[in-house]
T-cell receptor, first 114, second 117 residues
Framework: QKEVEQDPGPLSVPEGAIVSLNCTYS??????FMWYRQYSRKGPELLMY????GNKEDGRFTAQVDKSSKYISLFIRDSQPSDSATYLC??????????????FGQGTILTVHP | EAGVAQSPRYKIIEKRQSVAFWCNPI?????LYWYQQILGQGPKLLIQ????????DSQLPKDRFSAERLKGVDSTLKIQPAKLEDSAVYLC???????????????FGPGTRLTVL
């Protein structure tokens, strides 16, 4: 079983739609979770960073962590064509030599069409 | 603030040849990471440096891959000899330091796209 599982999609939505992206993880020791956005032929860039359970909102983006079900989500409201990218969820190592190490999901390809 | 620089951006080689990638992290960042991203997959950590020391190289295929970070700044990743399955994007990232109990953003470079024929 992979440590972080993510549905690769692809996901295609019309402009203005609410997008829901999801990941599951297998090791409950992790506390830090991230969402990265990767445009074609670019490196990933940090979008959201969450710690522990609950919601975190930043503009049109909301990250949600449910530790009881080991489920992390990213919601995008009022999606725009510029949101078209690959979205990667990741967890950060909890400690020791793995501290700082990111383990990524497969990535979900999102296309928002006008 | 300048970002993470990588070169070359693209490289095409034949199997069994050698290749080297270069990374210049953000100034002042103590930690440097090399990731391998195969098409359709998320990045996978190959090696992590803290200053010029190796913190984690558990997923680095040491029979063919090597990396160094001289003087705790720039880093090079080498593959010798290359195999077909090494075709991927090699991403370099840096962070200020792994900060216990806090956010520590990793900033990624644009990557080097390697094709092994």
């Amino acid at each position: 079983q992979k440590e972080v599982e993510q549905d690769p999609g692809p996901l295609s939505v019309p402009e203005g739609a609410i997008v829901s992206l999801n990941c599951t993880y297998s090791n409950s020791a992790f506390q830090y979770f991230m969402w990265y956005r990767q445009y074609s032929r670019k490196g990933p860039e940090l979008l959201m960073y969450t710690y522990s359970s609950g919601n975190k909102e930043d503009g049109r983006f909301t990250a949600q962590v449910d530790k009881s079900s080991k489920y992390i989500s990213l919601f995008i409201r009022d999606s725009q064509p510029s949101d078209s990218a690959t979205y990667l969820c990741a967890k950060r190592g909890a400690g020791g030599t793995s501290y700082g190490k990111l383990t990524f999901g497969q990535g979900t390809i999102l296309t928002v069409h006008p | 603030e300048a970002g993470v620089a990588q070169s070359p951006r693209y490289k095409i080689i034949e199997k069994r040849q050698s290749v080297a990638f270069w990374c210049n992290p953000i100034s002042g960042h103590a930690t440097l990471y090399w990731y391998q991203q195969i098409l359709g997959q998320g990045p996978k950590l190959l090696i992590q440096f803290q200053n010029n020391g190796v913190v984690d190289d558990s997923q680095l295929p040491k029979d063919r891959f090597s990396a160094e970070r001289l003087k705790g700044v720039d880093s090079t990743l080498k593959i010798q000899p290359a195999k077909l399955e090494d075709s991927a994007v090699y991403l370099c990232a840096s962070s200020l330091y792994p900060k216990a109990g806090g956010e520590d953003t990793q900033y990624f470079g644009p990557g080097t796209r390697l094709t092994v024929l």
